[in-house]
């Protein structure tokens, strides 16, 4: 029996997020955009209804930022700029949303949020080339 706030239950939720995920980038793709997005938003509003969750993430990108990208596609960045702040609200430090609220803060002129982005992305990176080159050589 599925009781409320089980983990079957929250396999079940994430499988319906997972679903609307799929189907909207399917009708984003087909050029079905007003209704990829419509789709996309519900699905983000699932998966905040979602408690976090300790661990990996339970969905693997976040609703949001997909939101958050399809409505960079369709040129509205301001309603880009407040999906990656809601995505990074959940998952915090996630390049793939800086990115996007880096790129949508600068389309809309907000440079100080555009700005805080590129900071902490430089932040992030900065230790790339060691980590890289650590993974590069094999370890003895």
């Known amino acids: 029996m599925k009781t409320k706030g089980s983990s079957e239950e929250s396999y ?3 499988a319906d997020v997972l679903e609307k995920q799929l189907q909207a980038k399917i009708w984003f793709a087909e050029g079905k955009r007003t209704e990829a997005i419509a789709l996309i938003r ?6 905040e209804a979602m408690p976090l969750a300790f661990g990996p993430p339970f969905v693997d990108k976040p609703t949001q930022e997909i939101l958050g990208e399809m409505l960079l ?4 960045p ?12 959940r998952a915090p430090l996630r390049t793939a949303s800086l990115l996007g609220l880096m790129r949508s803060a600068r389309l809309v002129g907000n440079h100080i949020s555009m700005e805080e982005s590129q900071r902490k992305l430089r932040e992030i990176w900065k230790q790339a080339p060691k980590l890289i080159e650590e993974y590069l050589v094999p370890s003895r």
Not at 42 to 47: G, L, P
Not at 78 to 89: H, K, S, T
């Open 73 to 76: 596609t369709t040129e509205r």
């Open 12 to 14: 079940v939720q994430r």
């Open 78 to 89: 301001v309603e880009a700029e407040e999906a990656f702040r809601a995505a990074l609200a």
């Open 42 to 47: 519900k699905a983000a509003e699932m998966e």
